[in-house]
């Protein structure tokens, strides 16, 4: 562990959590790069093409980058190795945060724009296409997948031996890291379908697996606060120097599951809910122009049933008003 993690010894303070510390082998720093990279040549491909890209878009998926780096690129990713307060942030950040601002900025769609049609381009199109399209995709994406995934990702790892066994060593560490940032776009994708998705749901169902999650993180950090005894044998070795208690750690970890958890599910229902007032507005600006250039069928129908009722004929040209 300790040749591939850099662990520290002194006590916790803001200035050492947010301190650039990458460490020895820093897998994730570097795929937040590779992202960051990949994304920028494609905008300004696109750019170059003379064809529109938002901004918006870039900015927060080169915002989420960052994140994504400095989170498991600071002082902050060696202390996760000791304190489960440290591991948690860690875990909201990228279960809940990163993905938001990464499905965002639409980056399946710019793929599509922005790659070539012929060569290689070709060959990544195919493969995306057939990502999106196979079952897998279908099955990973689906919300019978998405909401026991998030179960499994707090109750699941923390309240069984899963999460002591994998944290013991570096591998399961990172590997852990890496399965919360695949299950949070997992997640959030179907959600907020920025990108061309194997299936769409309606605005309502997104809506109901958006406060379906909510509960479920805050619920865990109650239980965490709750706790008397370390839940997770791998965070009970502190240093006695640093002054903090396993347990009470552990409640400040539950803490954060309660409080910091929350802000990205409520700004998750907030885009739902403007994104469903936007559709609906749209539907209904394009049905009230239908009706001005081709009349209301159902609206005559009801007015020539009162006319006949009423036994007399309302001329077409009334029959609209």
């Not at 070795?237 to 640093?242: G, Q």
């Amino acid at each position: 562990m300790e040749s591939l993690a850099w662990i520290p010894t002194a006590p916790p303070t803001l200035a050492a959590l947010l301190a650039p510390t990458l460490q020895p082998v820093p897998v994730i720093p570097v795929i937040a790069l590779l992202l960051a990279a990949a994304y920028v040549t494609g905008w300004l491909r696109i750019r170059l093409q003379r064809r529109p890209w938002p901004m918006w878009r870039g900015v927060l998926f080169l915002t989420g980058c960052v994140l994504l780096a400095v989170t498991m690129g600071a002082g902050i990713e060696g202390y996760g190795f000791v304190l489960f307060s440290a591991f948690m942030f860690q875990q909201l950040t990228l279960m809940m945060t990163v993905p938001l601002l990464l499905v965002l900025g639409a980056p399946g769609t710019l793929l599509l724009r922005a790659t070539p049609h012929r060569g290689p381009g070709r060959l990544v199109l195919q493969s995306a296409m057939f990502g999106l399209r196979s079952r897998i995709g279908r099955f990973l994406l689906h919300p019978g997948f998405m909401i026991p995934l998030f179960l499994i990702t707090f109750y699941g790892l923390y309240l069984t031996s899963a999460a002591d066994a994998l944290l013991q060593t570096w591998a399961g560490h990172v590997g852990l890291e890496l399965a919360f940032l695949a299950a949070g776009v997992l997640f959030t994708a179907p959600l907020i379908p920025t990108d061309p998705l194997p299936r769409r749901q309606g605005h309502l169902g997104r809506l109901l697996d958006a406060f379906l999650e909510m509960p479920l993180h805050a619920f865990f950090g109650v239980i965490l606060m709750m706790a008397t005894v370390p839940l997770v044998p791998a965070f009970t070795d502190i240093p006695a120097a640093w002054g903090i208690t396993a347990v009470g750690d552990q409640a400040f970890a539950g803490g954060l599951a309660w409080s910091y958890g929350e802000a990205p599910s409520l700004a998750l229902v907030l885009i739902l809910m403007t994104s469903w007032f936007r559709h609906e507005s749209r539907k209904s600006r394009e049905r009230d122009r239908a009706i001005d250039r081709d009349g209301d069928p159902d609206l005559d129908a009801y007015n020539a049933h009162l006319a006949r009722l009423q036994g007399r004929t309302i001329p077409p040209h009334e029959q609209h008003g």
